[in-house]
């Protein structure tokens, strides 16, 4: 069954660094862009970033520019997020999935449904 595993989430104070990583079992992995996203309490889940299948692209969400990269590793089916520079904005339950493209970086049903996702807490 294909899934998603999610890790290396964690409580940080402002400023402090995370990197969470995606586990994706299934051969869909390599042919597949993929993304983060996010979700804080009380509010919509939302697009953080995305890598296409070769890792030759990647987008991101204004609110991490220049503070968030992705990247990934094929050989160990394998998604990363490098978070840096973190503030209080950040907290949330990270997920990630496979997206449509990094231009059009939208949840597709590769994967089947959600993983559980990573709880990243930001103290001030």
């Known amino acids: 069954q294909v899934q998603l595993v999610e890790s290396g989430g964690g409580l940080v104070q402002t400023g402090g660094s995370l990197r969470l990583s995606c586990a994706a079992s299934?051969?869909?992995?390599?042919?597949?862009?993929m993304g983060w996203f996010r979700q804080a309490p009380g509010k919509e889940r939302e697009f953080v970033a995305a890598?296409?299948?070769?890792?030759?692209?990647?987008s991101y969400a204004d609110s991490v520019k220049g503070r968030f990269t992705i990247s990934r590793d094929n050989a160990k089916n394998m998604l990363y997020l490098q978070m840096n520079s973190l503030n209080t904005e950040d907290t949330a339950v990270y997920y990630c999935?496979?997206?449509?493209?990094?231009?059009?970086?939208?949840?597709?049903?590769?994967?089947?449904?959600w993983g559980q996702g990573t709880q990243v807490t930001v103290s001030s």
């Open positions: 299934g051969r869909a992995f390599k042919n597949v862009a």
């Open positions: 890598i296409s299948w070769n890792g030759g692209s990647t």
């Open positions: 999935n496979a997206v449509i493209s990094t231009s059009r970086p939208l949840a597709t049903a590769d994967f089947g449904s």
